[in-house]
């Protein structure tokens, strides 16, 4: 039997939005940790968006002690090469595929759907985005880093080998080294994709200088 959707927080800028913004949550924190983003942003007054919060499923994390928490999946060390466990991505990237299906059936066209994620969101929001069969709007990663390098040449799919990507990163970020992310762009630009990429001078956060370019960003590509 196929899950559960994930339980999900939303928000709609106007009455029948025609787009949408599924938005991932860090390591331990949950769909709530991005909902007031949304009256930051100054988004066009026309454009209707709903933004999908979920909440990530319940699992132990070997790297904080086995301690059960919100995560996308489980990290078992420190290091970039070894932080994620490919399972747990996989189940992930096939649990937002659920919510793009369920925005599809409510009348959503891929071409107008954004998956965004902060940190492990950012990891699945690049999984999921790039391995997804239909041109999506864009892809939004923020403090992240590129997942299962090794098999994206095999896996991505040609409907988004052009999809807009917004990368940004705090240049001291001690948590995912801004050296990783800088790699991780430049693993996705050596396969053709164009990525927007912005550094704040910020620790593992969200400063307001971002906000202000992810508003730009998101209205360009809902436009």
């Keep these: ?92 990237q096939r649990r937002i595929e659920q919510l793009i299906a369920r925005e599809k059936a409510r009348g959503i066209a891929a071409s107008r759907l954004v998956l965004a994620g902060f940190s492990q969101g950012g990891v699945i929001a690049l999984q999921a985005g790039l391995r997804h069969p239909e041109r999506l709007a864009g892809i939004m990663a923020l403090s992240t880093y590129l997942a299962l390098p090794q098999a994206l040449a095999s896996e991505a799919h040609r409907a988004n080998s052009d999809v807009p990507i917004f990368m940004a990163h705090g240049t001291a970020d001690p948590m995912i080294r801004l050296d990783w992310a800088d790699a991780s762009r430049r693993a996705l630009q050596a396969q053709g994709y164009a990525i927007e990429w912005h550094t704040y001078p910020m620790q593992h956060s969200v400063c307001i200088e971002e906000v202000g370019d992810l508003d730009a960003w998101l209205a360009r590509v809902l436009a």
């Design 1 to 92: 039997m196929p899950d559960e959707l994930l339980a999900t927080i939303e928000l709609e800028t106007r009455p029948d939005p025609d787009a949408a913004v599924i938005w991932m949550h860090g390591l331990g924190a949950d769909g709530n940790d991005f909902v007031p983003i949304v009256g930051e942003l100054e988004l066009p007054e026309d454009l209707g968006i709903r933004f999908i919060f979920p909440h990530a499923p319940m699992r132990p994390v070997t790297i904080n002690g086995g301690m059960v928490m919100r995560a996308w999946y489980d990290i078992v060390g420190s290091d970039l090469t070894n932080r994620g466990d490919e399972a747990g991505i996989r189940d992930s």
